[in-house]
């Protein structure tokens, strides 16, 4: 709160010393326009203004009383001068002249006499002593220069009031903000140390309990080697669109037996295909055996050639051929698309001979690629038995 009426003091201050030497400025210009004035009275008129300013220019810096018992005393000096230096016919001339460093030069320091009485009182008694001037100028109490000094003042002192009232009122809403946010992030803090350190009871209950399920010695290389097997195998089921059926609470298993029927995972991959825009077309056996690690590569390699027809042939069907004999599985995967030439494809956007051939001979498979521009492609893969 103290640091805000600081900083309202210092903007007050300064909207007084703008205020005060633009006004202070008009009137002179107006003075010297009018050709009113002799010389003498109006370089002593022209002085006693240039103190004003400068008074109210030091006033802006400290807010002192003295400088605005002397912006007052300069300032009605100068009305006084100036408006006494002509005859009566031109006293009106001069009073509208003054009317801006009368209703606007004097009445600014208003805004900036928060808590200073004495500096309150000089100006108040500043208004009075330039009403009366002005009265006494223009000849007449409800005249045009008497009005514009009062309407002058009324603003002032009505924004004076206005901005008094306000700004402890919004440095109150700010500090209630500011107390709110600081109950929200106090309340954030203790949430997050409740959740750590219930996260930490929580491992070190579930270590203490691992510990004791195995004696102390916890889980084996061998067992978590198998698990991580497993895992992974029922990852690459899940990719080539398979669905667990479970057997039994915590047991899940893809496939019902050592060897897998190639011909339901083929119907997989061409239903995961077709979602995804591609149509299949099967030909050739229907059902073959194949054991697990062979089943696996095979349909890896067999899913990355319909991958890369989808992707890059152009078209939205591609034939899929399946034969086998006593020793060997072949899969051709074939397709209209735009087919390209083999010798002008670099090996690194060849994706085929990483994807499919290594799988495949990790198995002891293979696969060969054949394709021309405007004429398709042809994949074969091979797999043993």
Sequence with gaps: MELLAQERDRLLRSTTRVVGVVCALVSVVGVATSLAVP??????????????VGALLAFGA?????????T????????????????ADDRGVIASALVPLAGGGLASLLMAQRGHRVGLGLAAGAGVVSLGLMSWASGAVLSAPVS????????????????????PRVARRIYSIGTAHRAERQASE????????????????LATLTLLAHSGVGVSEHAMREQAAEDARLLRHLRLGATPQPQQSGDYSLTRTEESPLGQTLESVKQRFGRMGLEVAWHGTGQVLLPKHVLDAFLLALGECLENVRRHAG???A????????????????DSGVG??????????????????NRLREVGGDARLFSAPGAGTTVVLEAPR
């Design 39 to 52: 010389v003498a009275q109006l370089v002593l008129g022209l002085g006693c203004i240039a103190v004003m």
């Design 62 to 70: 400290n807010g002192s009383t003295w400088w605005t018992a002397t």
């Design 72 to 87: 007052v005393v300069a300032g009605l000096g100068a009305v006084t001068i100036l408006t006494t230096a002509v005859a």
């Design 148 to 167: 514009g000094v009062l309407l002058g003042w009324v603003l002032v002192a009505v924004v004076a009031v206005w901005i008094s009232r306000s700004i």
């Design 190 to 205: 203790t949430e997050a140390q409740r959740r750590q350190g219930a996260r930490l009871l929580h491992d070190t209950v």
């Design 315 to 317: 078209v939205p069907e």
């Design 319 to 334: 034939h899929v051929t399946i034969v086998h004999d006593e020793a060997t599985v072949r899969a051709m995967v074939t």
């Design 340 to 357: 390209f030439e083999l010798d002008t494809v670099s090996a690194e956007r060849l994706g085929f001979k990483e994807s499919v051939v």
